[in-house]
């Protein structure tokens, strides 16, 4: 079986030109990528292998780290997938999703707005 970790999420902020392409919230370092030339951004973090060990409890502190820092709407998901043989129609076998879950959460001003964690 393999395991793949991502972090997905966006910042909705109003400050449009003033923020930095890096970020190093609560330890997590990442990127801020403009979406669009607006006042969108996503999150890609800078440290792949990081995100596996990351805590629902850390996910949330760092959108929350973030929406306070930006003064706005921070949304940020970890997803946890798990492959493996799936057996298919023809008999035969094929490697793919066999479980997954995934934490939402999503802050505004520093305020939690929803959280969520999903399992499939």
């Known amino acids: 079986m393999d395991h793949e970790y991502s972090l997905t999420g966006k910042v909705w902020t ?3 030109g003033n923020v930095p392409q890096s970020q190093e919230v609560n ?3 990442f990127s801020l990528e403009p979406v669009g030339g607006s006042s969108e ?3 890609v973090p800078l440290d792949k292998a990081k995100v ?3 805590s ?3 996910v949330a502190n760092i959108c929350r780290g973030l929406s306070l ?3 706005c709407r ?3 998901s970890k997803l946890h997938e798990e492959y493996g043989l799936l057996n298919v129609f023809n008999g035969g076998s094929d490697y793919e999703v066999v479980a997954s879950d995934c934490f939402t959460c999503e802050y505004n001003n520093g305020t939690l707005v929803s959280q969520k964690k ?3």
């Open 52 to 54: 596996a060990a990351l």
């Open 27 to 29: 330890g997590f370092c």
């Open 74 to 76: 921070v949304r940020l």
């Open 118 to 120: 999903e399992s499939r």
């Open 56 to 58: 629902d409890e850390e």
């Open 69 to 71: 820092e930006f003064g």
């Open 41 to 43: 951004y996503s999150i």
């Open 14 to 16: 109003r400050c449009q």
